[in-house]
């Protein structure tokens, strides 16, 4: 039976890699996105071409409301949801910590933590009365080992780690699977303020020399969805080329 998935900041990006990759497994996909609904249409058209089914939602990961309100829309076109990829998240310019200022952690935390607990919690209830479902995270190597001018950031992405552990011993008991993927490097948009010597030196520190892709984070997002992954909870799964 396929599986259904919803995906967040899935327009772009490494959510993109998570819904082609489920898309190849025949799931059924809902490409959530926050501003650019053409590319979110676009990846649904790549879906479908690959044997998925997929449909896209509009909402801001931080509004509560706009969560649950994606979850009926998942539940009403699909009939349930199997799994939630908390993969929406933000990345502030580097700066040192004195040079960041309070609005700015606020927006951080608004997506990365606060958008990740909203679907989280507006998920659960069906989850736990279908007594199944697997939820994954987006970390970052940064909330393992921190990153400097990244305080906010890295914080922000340790406590998705910190949540999603608790989270997978507070779920076993309903047979929900929590993980957490910790990328290094990926090509994404959110890196794309880095020039090419920048990504050349970075490179130079990676073991496998080479940044990550979105096929390579959305491979492993996509395991840790599907039942080939039934007996890992709790993890947190670093993916960056031997980097960190
Ligand atoms: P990206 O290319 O910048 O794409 C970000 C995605 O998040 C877009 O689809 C965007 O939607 C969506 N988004 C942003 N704010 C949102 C909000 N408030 N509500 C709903 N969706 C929102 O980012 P990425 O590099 O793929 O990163 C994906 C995740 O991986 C993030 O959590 C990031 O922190 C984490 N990560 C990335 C890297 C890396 O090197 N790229 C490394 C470690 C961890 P729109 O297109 O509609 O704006």
Redesign the pocket.
């Known amino acids: 039976m396929a599986i259904t998935c919803i995906i967040?900041?899935?327009?772009?990006?490494?959510?993109k890699g998570a819904a082609l990759a489920l898309g190849e497994l025949g799931a059924n996909v809902i490409i959530?996105?926050?501003?650019?609904k053409a590319?979110?249409e676009a990846v649904a058209r790549e879906v479908i071409s690959l044997g998925g089914k997929a449909e896209i939602f509009g909402?801001?990961?931080?509004d509560f409301s706009a969560c649950q309100k994606m979850v009926e829309f998942a539940i009403e076109k699909f009939g349930s949801v199997d799994a939630l990829v908390n993969?929406?998240?933000?990345?502030p310019m580097q700066n040192p910590f004195d040079m960041t200022d309070k609005e700015e952690w606020d927006k951080v935390f608004a997506?990365?933590v606060f958008?990740t607990f909203n679907c989280t919690k507006a998920v659960l209830p069906h989850m736990i009365s279908i007594k199944r479902g697997s939820i994954v995270n987006?970390?970052?190597?940064?909330g393992i080992v921190g990153g400097s001018c990244e305080a906010v950031?890295s914080s922000s992405?340790a406590a998705v780690i910190g949540f999603t552990k608790a989270m997978a011993k507070e779920l076993a008991p309903s047979r929900i699977r929590v993980n957490a993927l910790?990328?290094?490097?990926?090509d994404?948009?959110?890196?794309s303020h880095l020039g090419k010597d920048d990504i050349e030196e970075i490179k130079n520190e990676i073991p496998l020399g080479r940044i990550?892709t979105?096929t390579d984070m959305g491979n492993i997002i996509a395991f840790l969805c599907s039942d080939e992954s039934g007996y890992i909870t709790g993890e947190i799964i670093k993916a960056d080329g031997g980097w960190c």
């Open positions: 967040t900041g899935a327009s772009r990006g490494i959510g959530n996105y926050n501003k650019n590319m979110a909402a801001d990961v931080s993969n929406a998240g933000i990345s997506v990365n958008g987006l970390s970052s190597v940064w950031y992405k910790a990328p290094g490097m990926i994404t948009d959110m890196n990550g979105i």
